[in-house]
């Protein structure tokens, strides 16, 4: 494997730069690997989730892509049994670590947050339409959004993402990579995925920004609806600000936060047609134009008729975590 716009480092440099893979310079873990400072190293473990198809995957496209909004990738080392990538290190590790944590999450007010969800947008439609290579990404996830110094996004790990040509509407496979909970249903049970299946999962993260609570923390005995039909009832009674993270408050426009819930609602709807494009999702958030109503929302948590249980993640289209599934077979 080689290519023009790609640094190869050999392991010594690689031992070197982390400290011998010292957990000091640990900056998190994932479905792929370990993540390692001072220039972030991801290192695909031996038991990774993913392998060597994923590896090569996401160097040849990450190496074609060149966006703010993306992270940029400087090299990869291929030397021993655990290839690894090197890309440029941001501080802020992801925006996981943010929003999701009580004390950290005060540090993103309002017009912190919805920068972050522009920018998120902008790189998702320069993946989508405005690159030389059309890619629908396939995981889109918060913790999959990196934090630069300025707390600028960029998206990252495209281990699993897949070139479209042009003219291509959509694609079909048995194989199910992704997340559950970011999902959209077409994709976690028929194996269909299009460029609408990165929106959808831009809808989720827009609202998990919001909210402050992650999609899945939604997954309860008691109840019948995902996050987003609980916003989407909440909306059509006029009490959709009931849902923002209480840490905003004071610190933006409601009409602007009610804006972006009904953005994302347009982004998780059910039917894949009437989800909007990326290119109209950034129209929508740069300017005041009149939105359409939403439709139902994709209620991927469904209640079985069997006994609720957390693990059996196709049945209830809801997990307990955010690890990266790659290898379902859909039924």
């Not at 972006?260 to 109209?280: F, H, K, N, W, Y």
Request: charged share 25%; proline share 4%.
């Amino acid at each position: 494997m080689s290519h023009p716009d790609i640094a190869f480092f050999n392991l010594r440099t690689i031992l070197a730069a982390t400290n011998n893979f010292s957990p000091d310079n640990k900056l998190g873990q994932g479905g792929f690997g370990v993540v390692y400072k001072e220039v972030a190293v991801k290192r695909l473990l031996n038991n990774s989730a993913q392998g060597t198809e994923e590896f090569k995957n996401e160097v040849m496209l990450t190496a074609k892509l060149q966006h703010k909004n993306l992270v940029k990738l400087i090299g990869c080392c291929i030397q021993g049994e655990e290839p690894m990538l090197v890309y440029e290190y941001l501080p802020n590790k992801s925006l996981d670590s943010f929003i999701f944590d009580e004390t950290r999450r005060l540090v993103l007010d309002w017009p912190k947050r919805f920068d972050i969800i522009v920018g998120i947008a902008r790189g998702i439609l320069y993946i989508h339409q405005d690159s030389r290579l059309r890619i629908i990404h396939r995981d889109l996830k918060t913790s999959n959004i990196l934090l630069d110094e300025e707390m600028n996004p960029k998206i990252s790990d495209f281990g699993l993402a897949r070139i479209f040509k042009s003219n291509q509407i959509q694609e079909e496979t048995k194989r199910i990579a992704g997340t559950f909970g970011y999902m959209p249903p077409e994709y976690a049970v028929f194996g269909k995925f299009s460029i609408k299946s990165d929106v959808f999962s831009f809808g989720i993260l827009l609202l998990e920004i919001i909210t402050g609570k992650k999609n899945n923390s939604f997954c309860q005995e008691d109840s019948y609806q995902s996050m987003t039909g609980e916003i989407w009832h909440l909306w059509r009674e006029g009490r959709a600000l009931e849902v923002v993270d209480s840490s905003l408050k004071d610190s933006g426009s409601p009409d602007e936060v009610l804006r972006c819930i009904q953005i994302g609602l347009l982004c998780v709807q059910e039917d894949v047609l009437d989800r909007p494009t990326m290119s109209a999702v950034v129209l929508m958030l740069n300017s005041e134009t009149t939105l359409p109503t939403p439709k139902q929302p994709a209620f991927i948590l469904r209640k079985s008729n069997n006994n609720f249980n957390p693990s059996a993640k196709m049945d209830g289209f809801c997990s307990v975590d955010e690890e990266t599934i790659t290898e379902v077979v859909c039924r």
